[in-house]
């Protein structure tokens, strides 16, 4: 076996074409002699870094984990490392680590903005993949789900079971985002017929970590439910603020799904294991990261996306014990 193969194998990373049995053989021997490549050395030689970088504003939202394991699940097999970046929703941080991305030369960057108006372009020529529609940075590629769509599958839900004074809960995310899931339920009331009860939309903080949205949909939901004409039905715009209406709603003795029917949006863990377990519109979160890195391993090869730059992708409503005919 010649010093060439050994060495594409050990500083090549996973894209590198070699035999499988081959780099097998290599990285026994390597192992066995206790052998860990210098990647300073190689990074230098190559200009690559074997690193990729991953930044999203919430580390304590249940919606991210998934969607960071689909990423590094695409990245690890090509020899990739993934730095995660976590900003709380602080704009500072969230500038603070772009510029730790360009001083540390990572080779690639999925983002999911907490700002509409980063500077994005001291950047260039690192490729970046957005995480999410991408509304705000139409120049880069993105991958997200289609929350439009799935506002429209639950709420076309709830009229199927007689609903129809449905309230809106909506914040704790990206204010485009949150804006246009807003549009969708007036689109609706449009469509089927019926004017919009502005007094049944509820708005809580926009771009603060879960704990803190928790205190602010339970302030939404009750002063929905403590309306002498409350909605019988609620939609939350992602399941954290649904268990928190699930919680005010079993503090004043309000039946789920009996007196009140409930959606989520995301499908968290926890939205399978509430009592009753919450009825939710499925994300693909996986998905979303697995894509999004197979689209930035696409761009760090040189090759262009064409065609396929944005992808949006498919929600789907999951019925569970949190909704049932309206009876009043």
């Known amino acids: 076996m010649s010093k060439a193969t050994v060495a594409r194998v050990m500083n090549g990373g996973g894209d590198v074409s070699v035999k499988e049995d081959t780099r097998k053989r290599v990285l026994a021997a390597a192992k066995k002699v206790g052998y860990v490549p210098n990647r300073i050395a190689a990074s230098m030689r190559s200009q690559r870094t074997y690193s990729v970088a ?34 709380d929703w602080d704009a500072k941080t969230e500038s603070s680590h772009i510029d730790a991305m360009r ?14 108006d980063l500077d994005l372009a001291a950047l260039s020529p690192t490729p970046v993949v957005i995480l999410g529609r991408g509304l705000d940075y139409p120049e880069f590629p993105s991958v997200g789900n289609d929350s439009v769509g799935g506002i429209k599958l639950a709420l076309n839900r709830f009229w199927e079971l007689g609903h129809r004074r449905i309230g809106l809960i909506t914040g704790g995310s990206h204010r485009a985002t ?12 449009e469509e089927k017929g019926i004017a919009v009860a502005e007094a049944l939309i509820a708005w809580t903080e926009f771009g603060v970590r879960t704990a803190d949205s928790i205190g602010f949909a339970r302030e939404a939901a009750t002063a929905l439910l403590m309306r002498s004409d409350r909605p019988s039905a609620i939609l939350a715009s992602n399941d ?6 699930l919680q005010v709603a079993r503090a004043n003795d309000i039946r789920v799904p ?8 995301d499908d968290i863990f926890s939205a399978s294991v509430s009592a009753p377990a919450l009825t939710t519109v499925a994300k693909q979160r996986y998905e979303n990261g697995r894509v999004a890195a197979d689209k930035l391993l696409t761009l760090m090869q040189g090759k262009s996306l064409e065609e396929q730059k ?16 309206c009876r009043y």
């Open 54 to 87: 991953i930044s999203i504003p919430d580390i304590s939202n249940p919606f991210y984990p998934a969607m960071v394991r689909g990423a590094q699940d695409a990245l690890t097999p090509k020899g990739y490392n993934l730095l995660m970046f976590n900003n």
């Open 103 to 116: 001083k540390h030369m990572v080779d690639g960057i999925l983002l999911s903005p907490a700002q509409s």
């Open 178 to 189: 949150a804006s246009s899931r807003q549009e969708a339920y007036y689109q609706f009331h």
């Open 240 to 245: 954290v603020l649904a268990l928190a209406v």
């Open 258 to 265: 009996e007196e009140l029917s409930v959606i989520g949006m």
């Open 310 to 325: 944005n992808t949006l992708l498919a929600c789907r409503l999951i019925e569970r014990e949190t909704t049932c005919p």
